[in-house]
C-alpha cells in the first residue's frame, strides 16, 4: 500500500518547489509475541503466565509512550521491566530529543533477557496514522501510540487474552486512551503495583514535580528560550558552557566561543540553578559591579543548612563591592539554561537528624555538582554506601535540584567501589567487551603466513628491541639502530600494526573509536582492545614475530635526516627492556652486544635531537607523578615514590617524538584536507599571570612573549640553596597551559597546526595504537600514502574525522582526570592509619588556607588556618599570610602532618596539619615512629 504527501517549499533563492513523499504501507510486520498465531516473525514478546503487578491480574505487555522513555530510563533498564513494546514513533522521538537516551534504549533491545520488541507502526498499515488539519505533531504522535496499542490488544485476541497497556504520564493522553477502551496508566502505578518493585519506586523520577519545593522563591526565573534567541541575536545575552569551580561552590566560570576570558559568576542567585557542563544563556554586569574569584576555600559540607548558605551570600556580597578595580574580571550572572547536561552522579546519603524521614540529600562524589535532594525508603540501608543518583528538575524555591536513587555501588572507602565510583564520574567505558567484537578478534593459534610476508618488508634479522616502564605488557613501540656503509646511521622505529586486526566499520572499530583510549589507574588498565591484541598478537614482545608499521630513517652522526620511508613490516624483537635495564646496559662498559651497542647509538643520537628541539624553544615542564608499591596480595599500597626519569626515558620520547613528526608530515602531503593532526594552542598571556607573580616575588622575570622566551626565562630561574624551586616554577608553568587536541587538518589553517609545548610547526600521534585510536587512524592513512591499504569514504571526510577527534579529547580529557583521581584514591588509602611528617612546599595562598604540594607523595594538600587560639593575617596584595612574626610566601618551604581524618565515615578527607614552622598554639608536634607507618607488611610488592 502506498500513501503520499504532497507540499509546496520555498527555497533561499525564491523558487516554488513543489515536492511529493511517498509513504510506504506493509500487512506483513510481524508483533513480535511468541504466542501469536497470525505472525511468523521472531518470538521476541512473551507475557507471562503469572502477572508481575497486583493491578493488572492477567497477561499483559507494556507499550510506554516517549515521556515515560525519557524520563524513566533508570526504570525502563531493570530486569523487572520486561515484554515491552517501543514503537517506532516512540523510538524516532527519543532519538530526535536526547541522543544518550536513545542509546540506552538501543541497547536495551538488543539484551534478549529483557524481552524489549521495536514495532515499526509508521509502516504497518494497520497502525499508520495521517496527521490531521490543524493537529500538532505531538498530538499526532500519541494518537499513533493509542492506535497501535489498541490494534495489538485486537490482533492478539486471537490467540490468547493477553492486554496491552499503554503507559502515559500525560493526563490528557491517558484519558483519551480510558475512552477508547484502552488500559492506561502511569509509569509510578505501574511500579507501585509491582509485587517485587518496592526499591523500584525510589528510581522514579519526578520529573516535572514540585514535591519537594517550598514557598519561599530562592532564585531568579530563567527566561523563556525564545526571550535568550531574541537576547543572543542582539548581543545583550552570551551563550557558553558553565564551569563550576572545585574550590568554592558559590563561584563558576563561563567559556564563551570567540572570547579570550572567561565570565566569571559569583553568588548564588547569578549561578541560578545551572549544573557543571550546562549550555547557559548569561548577562553581563555593569562595569563597577564586576568581582573576582574569592581568596577563601569553599566546598559543601554536612553541619552546614540553608542559613549558613544565606550568610555566605551575604558575605560574599559584601565582599565584591570592595573589589579593587585593578583584580576586576568580567563578570555575569545566569539568566536562563539553553541546554541541560546532566548524568547521573555518584554519592552518599547526608545523615537527616529526623528518623524514619524518606527525604534526603545526597552529597556528590563531584565537588563541582551541587547535594541532589532525593526520596527514598531505603534510607537505613544506603547509609556507608556509594550510591548513583540522577537529577530531575530544579524549580526555583527549591534550595537544590531534586533527584531520585538509581543505584547502590558499594560500601564507602572499600576500593573496587571506589574503583567504580572514579570510573562512573569519569564517564569511563568500563564493561566487558561484547560478543559481537569478539567475534572480530583473529582465532587461535595465529601465525604470520606466506602471503602476509609477500606483502611486507621482513626485518626479523634487525637487532629490534623495546624499552617500557616495568609490568608492560602492551608494548606499542621497538627501536633499532645500526652503522651505514656511507659512515651514517640507519634507525627504525616500529610501531604495533594494530590496524591490520581492527578494519574499518566493524564492531572491534567502532568500540575502539567509542572509547577511545586505553585508561591507566594505579592498580588497573582499562583497555581500548581486548586483551588478545593488546598484550599478545599486537604487544611487540621479544622472540615472537609480529606485524608491524615501521618509519626507517638513514640519519648523520649529527642526528640530521638524510631520508625517511615508512613499510609494513614483519619484525621479531631481540629484547623487551624495561628504562632502567636499557640504562644498565648503557652505562655498562663491559656489554657489546648489537643491542646494547644499537642502545648507545640511540642514546647519543636522541641527546642531539632534544638539544635542537631545545635550542627550537621546547619547553621542559615537571610533573607531580608518583608510583606507588602495591602488596600482591591485598593490592593495597604499602610506600610511594616518586618516579624516576633516566636517560633511557628522554632516549625513547625523541624517537617517537621524530616518528610523530615525521608522520604527520607524510599524510598532511598526501591528504592536506582529512590529516588527524594534534596541535597545542598558545596559551593566553592573562593564562601565566599566576606563574609571572609567583615568580616575581622571588626576583625573577618570566618572559613569556614566546615559547622560546619562556623557557630560557625558565632555565635562569634557579635558586642554589633550593633545588626545589625550579621544578616548582615549571609545575605551575605546566597549569597554565592550554590543552593540547586531535583536529582535523581541513578545518583549521595551516598557521594554527603549531605544537606549543614541542615547538613543532606539525604534529600528529603515530606510535601507540594499541592505547590511542588516533594512531590507528594515522596508521591508516600512512598506509593508504604508501600504498599499502585502501582508503574509504569516511577516512576522506574531514567531517567525519573532526567529529572522530571530538571525542579523542573528550575521551583522552577524562582518562587523565581518572588517573589522577586513581593516585588520589590509593594516597587515601595509603595514609589511612598513618601520620606522616613530611617535606613540602607553598603552591598558593589563599584567603583561609595553604595549598601545599607535597614532593614525594605528588599531591597537594589543603592546610587551613582556621585556629581559634592564634590569628591570621592575609595580605592580598602580596598574597602572604601572617601569624606573629611568621610571614608565609609562595615556594616558602613547611613540613606538614598528614594524616586521613576519619571523623566522618561518609567522606574520608586527607588532613594537613602544621609541624614547621612552630606556631605556639596552632603547629602539631612531630608524629612518633610508631605513628608514623604500620608494621611493615612480609609480602611481596610491586610496581605500578
Known sequence: MLTSKTFIKKTKTGKILKIVREHYLRDDITCGVG????????????????????????????CPDTNVILHQIDVIEDHRIRNVIILQTVLEEVRHRSIPTYKRLRDILCNPDKHFYSFCNEFN???????????????????????????????????????????????????KALDQGIQSYTIHQYVRSLKDGKDLVDRLSLSGSKVFSGDKVQYPEHLPLSA??????????????????????????????????????????NLNRAVHDDIVAIEMLKEEDWTCPSSVILVHTEEKDDTDEEEEKENLEKKRRKVPKELRQPTGKVVGIIKRNWRQYCGMLQPSIIKQATRHLVVTADKRIPKIRIETRQAADLMGQRIVVAIDNWPRTSRYPQGHFVRKLGNVG???????VLLLEHDIPHAGFSEAVLNCLPTLPWEITKEDMERREDFRDLDICSVDPPGCTDIDDALHCRDLPNG???????????????????????????????VYLTDKRIDMVPELLSSNLCSLRSNVERFAFSVIWEITNNAEIVEARYAKSVIKSKAALTYAEAQMRIDDPS??????????????????????????????????????????ETHDPIDVETKQIRETNSMVEEFMLLANVSTAQKTLQEFPDCSCLRRHPCPPPSNFDPLIKAAQSKGFRIDVSSGKALADSLERAVLPDDPYFNVMLRIMTTRCMAQAVYFCSGMLPPSEYIHYGLAAEIYTH??????????????????????????????????????????????????????????????????????VDNEGYVLFVRKNALQVLIPKYGLEATLYLDSKTVTFEYDEQEHTQTCGDKVFRVFDRVIVQLTIDQSNLQHLKLQTKLVEPKIEGFSVPPSTPSETSDEPPLKKKKKT
Not at 572499600?414 to 567504580?420: A, G, I
Request: hydrophobic share 30%.
Open 35 to 62: 504466542s501469536c498465531r497470525e505472525c511468523d516473525g521472531p518470538p521476541t514478546l512473551e507475557a507471562a503466565s503469572t502477572s508481575p503487578s497486583e493491578m493488572c491480574q492477567g497477561e499483559h505487555l507494556l
Open 125 to 175: 498499515k494497520h497502525t499508520y496514522v495521517e496527521r490531521e488539519a490543524g493537529e500538532s505533531s505531538n498530538d499526532r504522535n500519541d494518537r499513533a501510540i493509542r492506535e497501535a496499542v489498541k490494534w495489538y490488544n485486537k490482533h492478539l485476541q486471537t490467540s490468547r487474552q493477553i492486554q496491552t497497556l499503554l503507559l502515559t504520564n500525560d493526563a490528557d493522553n491517558r484519558k
Open 228 to 269: 535568550i534567541q531574541k537576547g543572543l541575536k542582539t548581543g545583550k545575552y552570551l551563550q557558553g558552557k558553565f564551569m563550576a569551580s572545585r574550590e568554592n561552590y558559590t563561584e563558576a566560570n563561563v567559556s564563551v566561543a570567540d572570547q579570550e576570558k572567561m565570565i566569571f559568576i559569583q553568588g548564588l542567585q
Open 414 to 420: 572499600d576500593k573496587e567501589t571506589e574503583n567504580e
Open 488 to 518: 651514517n646511521l640507519e634507525v627504525g622505529v616500529h610501531i604495533a600494526d594494530v590496524s591490520h586486526f581492527i578494519r574499518p566499520g566493524t564492531a572491534i572499530d567502532k568500540e575502539a573509536e567509542r572509547r577511545g583510549t586505553t
Open 591 to 632: 656489554m657489546t652486544d648489537a643491542v646494547t651497542k644499537s642502545l648507545r647509538n640511540l642514546n647519543r643520537l636522541a641527546k642531539i635531537l632534544k638539544k635542537k628541539r631545545m635550542e627550537k624553544g621546547a619547553l621542559t615542564l615537571a610533573s607531580n607523578e608518583v608510583r606507588f608499591h602495591i602488596d600482591s
Open 766 to 835: 603515530f606510535t601507540s595504537p594499541i592505547r590511542r585510536y588516533s594512531d590507528i587512524i594515522v596508521h591508516r592513512l600512512l598506509a593508504v600514502c604508501i600504498g599499502a591499504d585502501a582508503s574509504y569514504p569516511e577516512l576522506t571526510d574531514k567531517y567525519k574525522t573532526q567529529a572522530v577527534c571530538n571525542n579523542l579529547n573528550y575521551r583522552h580529557k577524562m582518562a587523565q582526570y581518572a588517573g589522577r583521581a586513581s593516585v588520589n584514591l590509593h594516597t587515601h588509602i595509603f595514609f589511612k592509619n598513618r601520620h
